[in-house]
Nanobody
Framework: QVQLVESGGGLVQPGGSLRLSCAASGSIFSVNAMGWYRQAPGKQRELVAILASGGGGSTNYADFVKGRFTISRGNAKNTVYLQMNSLKPEDTAVYYC???????????????WGQGTQVTVSS
């Protein structure tokens, strides 16, 4: 069992910044990927940014956040951050932490979602 705990959401004015944090804990052998998705009411969940460990590691951003958001891994194990700058009203959504991990059993691979944190960008 793996748990993801998110924090850092809130209300911010257009052009402002927020920093989201996510920490994974539980029966994790290794992390394949950690990242962030978001979902606005009436819309499907979409990728924001993700860090993958396979093939030496890679970072991928959605086009709509490139140049504004930065994803990074923390010094604490299994921790990921999302620095969000130049926020726009259309960034308003529930942001979900995501991870894909290998469990302690050989060949076990599972994906997990956090409970979500609300980000509201409004004047």
């Amino acid at each position: 069992q793996v748990q993801l705990v998110e924090s850092g959401g809130g209300l911010v004015q257009p052009g402002g910044s927020l920093r989201l944090s996510c920490a994974a804990s539980g029966s994790i052998f290794s992390v394949n990927a950690m990242g962030w998705y978001r979902q606005a009411p009436g819309k499907q969940r979409e990728l924001v940014a993700i860090l993958a460990s396979g093939g030496g590691g890679s970072t991928n951003y959605a086009d709509f956040v490139k140049g504004r958001f930065t994803i990074s891994r923390g010094n604490a194990k299994n921790t990921v951050y999302l620095q969000m700058n130049s926020l726009k009203p259309e960034d308003t959504a529930v942001y979900y932490c995501y991870t894909d991990v290998y469990g302690l059993r050989l060949g076990e691979q599972s994906a997990y979602w956090g409970q979500g944190t609300q980000v509201t960008v409004s004047s």
